[in-house]
C-alpha cells in the first residue's frame, strides 16, 4: 500500500518536475523569477507571553527540549534541555515501549552568563549503542515536572534506504516563523537540516538576548524534542557585542546547541559530518576561517575523501552563506568560499549544496565557475554536469522580512527564485532518485512551488557508464532530465 501511494506520487513529481523543466524552457536558458507576491503576516517577533512560548508546568520542568544526531551513523543522539530553577537530574530514562525505561544515561550540566543575563541550567546527554530504525521513548526531570518525549533513529547506512529530510533556514520566531514550522511538521520529514540563523535573539539588547534565545527554545520544542535538527550556524548565532563585554562568538549557541563533532574528527562543534540511511551531510561554517590550511580546510579535505558513496550515495554540503545567489542581499558574500572550496565540491560530485542567509527561495542550475582566477578572464560561470545544484531556503520566516530585490536581469546560472516565505523537502528515494520540494507558505497554506527529480551524482554516472558497456556499439547519449 505504501509503495503503491510511493509509486503514486513518484509519478506526480515526474509530472511537477517535467512542468517546471517546460517553464524553465520557455524562458530559454535563463531561469524563472517567481512574479508571486504574498501577503505576510508583520515581521515581528511572537509576543513572549503567546502560548508558543509557554513554560512547562511544574517546578524546575524541562523545557527547551531538543535532540540531534550523537555520532557518525545514527546509533547515538544527544538530548539537550533546560531547567530553569535548580540543576535538577541530569539523568534520561529510555526505551523502546512507552512508560516502560529500560536504560538510562547521564548527561552534563552547564550555566552561563551573557551580559546581565544568567542562563538555566543546560543539560546535554548523550544516549548511545541505539539500535538502528528504532522507536525510543524517553523521559526527562523529575517527580511531578518530569517530560516523556519519543524518537526515531534513522535506519543503517545503506545505499538504497529511502529517507525524508526537511531544510530549513534563518526561522526566527515570528507567526511567519510559526507558519514554516507547522508546515514542516506536516511534511513527514525525518531530521531537519538547520541551515543556520535560530532565533535572532542577536536583534535584542540587554538580558532579552539570552531571554529570546530561550523563548526560540521553547518554540521549536514541538519538533526538536522528537526527531534530531542537524545544525548550522548562522551570523545571528555569532553574538558578538562589545558594548555588552561579549566578545566570545557563538558563545550562546555552542552552550545550548551540541553537535557530534568528534564523531567525525572535526575539532569544532561548527563544521562536522553525519551519516544518515543514505546521505553523508556535510555541515561548514561560514563564519569560521576556512583559508586553506586553516582547520576548517584541512578537516573538509579529509572528510571528503572518507565519503563513500558505495554506502551513501548522496553527498549533501549544508552552510549558512550561499555560493550562488542572485538577491541583492548579500550577494558576493558567498564569494570567497567558492574560491576555496568549489573545486572540491566538483571533484567529489556533491549532489546539493545548501544554504541560508538569504531571505528568499533561489536554485541554480549545474553550474561552475572553476576555471576562473585573477589571471585567466574565465569570469562567468558555465554549465557543468559534475556540478552540485546550490539551492537558498534562508526563507524560514524571521523579523527582518523578505529580501524581495533579486539583480535583474537573471543571472544564467540561477533556474529559480522567489521571495517567500517556507521550507523545503528532500526524500530520498534510493541511490539514483530523490525528490526535492520548495513548499511556500501561502498564507498560512502549503504550496508545493519548486520540485524537481534529483538524480544521483554519483550512480547517475556509474549507471551511465554501466550501461554504456553493455551497449558499447550505442553512441553516447546524453540523458535529458532536470537534473
Ligand atoms: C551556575 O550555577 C551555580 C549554582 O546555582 C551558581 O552558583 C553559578 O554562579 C552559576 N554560574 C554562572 C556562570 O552563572
Ligand atoms: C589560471 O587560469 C588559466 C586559464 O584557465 C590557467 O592556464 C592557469 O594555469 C591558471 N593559473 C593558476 C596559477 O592556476
Ligand atoms: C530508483 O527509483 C527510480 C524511480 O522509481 C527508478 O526508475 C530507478 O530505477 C531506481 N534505481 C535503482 C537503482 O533502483
Ligand atoms: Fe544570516
Not at 509519478?11 to 524552457?25: E, I, K, T, Y
Not at 530559454?28 to 509576543?47: C, H, K, L, Q, W
Not at 534563518?170 to 511534511?187: A, I, K, R, V, W
Not at 537540516?193 to 521549536?220: C, E
Request: proline fraction near 5%; include cysteine; charged fraction near 20%.
Amino acid at each position: 500500500m505504501a509503495g503503491v501511494a510511493r509509486v503514486e506520487s513518484l509519478l506526480v513529481q515526474f509530472v511537477v518536475s517535467c512542468l517546471v523543466l517546460l517553464s524553465c524552457l520557455r524562458y530559454g536558458n535563463a531561469g524563472m523569477t517567481s512574479s508571486f507576491v504574498r501577503s505576510e503576516y508583520p515581521s515581528v517577533d511572537i509576543p513572549l507571553d503567546h502560548k508558543v512560548f509557554s513554560v512547562p508546568k511544574g517546578h524546575n520542568a524541562p523545557q527547551q527540549v531538543h535532540i540531534t544526531q550523537g555520532d557518525y551513523d545514527g546509533k547515538a543522539v544527544i538530548i539537550s534541555w533546560v531547567t530553569a530553577d535548580e540543576p535538577g537530574t541530569s539523568k534520561v530514562q529510555y526505551g523502546t515501549s512507552e512508560k516502560k525505561y529500560e536504560f538510562s544515561a547521564e548527561g552534563t550540566i552547564t550555566n552561563y552568563t551573557f551580559y546581565e543575563y544568567k542562563s538555566g541550567y543546560i543539560h546535554h546527554c548523550h544516549v548511545n549503542g541505539l539500535e538502528h530504525d528504532t522507536k525510543y521513548y524517553y523521559k526527562i526531570g523529575s517527580g511531578d515536572s518530569s517530560r516523556e518525549f519519543w524518537f526515531i533513529t534513522p535506519p543503517k547506512i545503506s545505499p538504497d534506504t529511502p529517507y525524508k529530510f526537511g531544510i530549513i533556514g534563518d526561522l526566527g520566531q515570528t507567526f511567519n516563523s510559526l507558519s514554516t514550522l507547522e508546515h514542516y511538521m506536516q511534511s513527514g520529514g525525518q531530521a531537519v537540516l538547520f541551515l543556520g540563523d535560530l532565533s535572532y535573539a542577536d536583534r535584542y539588547q540587554y538580558n532579552d538576548i539570552g531571554i529570546r534565545w530561550d523563548s526560540w527554545g521553547r518554540f521549536v520544542e514541538q519538533s526538536t524534542a522528537y526527531q534530531s535538527w542537524i545544525w548550522s550556524a548562522g551570523n545571528h548565532e555569532i553574538d558578538y557585542m562589545p558594548y555588552l563585554g561579549e566578545v566570545t562568538p557563538f558563545k550562546n549557541y555552542l552552550q545550548r546547541y551540541a553537535t557530534p563533532y568528534y564523531a567525525s574528527k572535526s575539532s569544532n562543534p561548527l563544521w562536522y559530518a553525519i551519516r544518515r540511511a543514505s546521505a553523508h551531510i556535510i555541515v561548514l561554517s561560514s563564519y569560521s576561517p576556512f583559508v586553506k590550511y586553516t582547520p576548517q580546510w584541512m578537516w573538509l579535505r579529509e572528510e571528503l575523501e572518507r565519503v563513500d558513496r558505495e554506502k551513501t550515495p548522496w553527498l549533501i554540503v549544508l552552510m549558512h552563506i550561499p555560493i550562488y545567489n542572485s538577491n541583492d542581499a548579500h550577494y558576493m558574500e558567498g564569494e570567497s568560499m567558492r574560491s576555496v572550496f568549489e573545486s572540491w565540491f566538483i571533484h567529489y560530485r556533491v549532489d546539493v549544496v545548501f544554504a541560508g542567509h538569504v531571505h528568499a527561495y533561489e536554485r541554480s542550475y549545474r553550474i561552475s565557475n572553476i576555471h576562473y582566477n585573477v589571471t585567466s578572464g574565465y569570469q562567468y560561470p558555465i554549465p557543468d554536469k559534475s556540478a552540485p545544484v546550490y539551492i537558498t531556503v534562508g526563507d524560514g520566516g524571521n523579523q527582518e522580512g523578505l529580501a524581495g530585490r533579486f539583480r535583474d536581469p537573471q543571472p544564467e546560472y540561477s533556474a529559480f527564485r522567489e521571495a517567500s516565505y517556507g521550507h523545503s523537502t528532500l526524500e530520498i528515494h534510493n541511490r539514483t532518485h530523490a525528490l526535492y520540494h520548495w513548499n511556500r507558505n501561502d498564507d498560512g497554506k502549503k504550496m508545493a512551488t519548486d520540485a524537481f527529480v534529483l538524480h544521483n551524482q554519483y550512480w547517475g554516472r556509474n549507471h551511465r557508464r554501466r550501461k554504456l558497456k553493455k551497449h558499447y556499439a550505442r553512441k553516447y547519449i546524453d540523458r535529458v532530465a532536470a537534473y
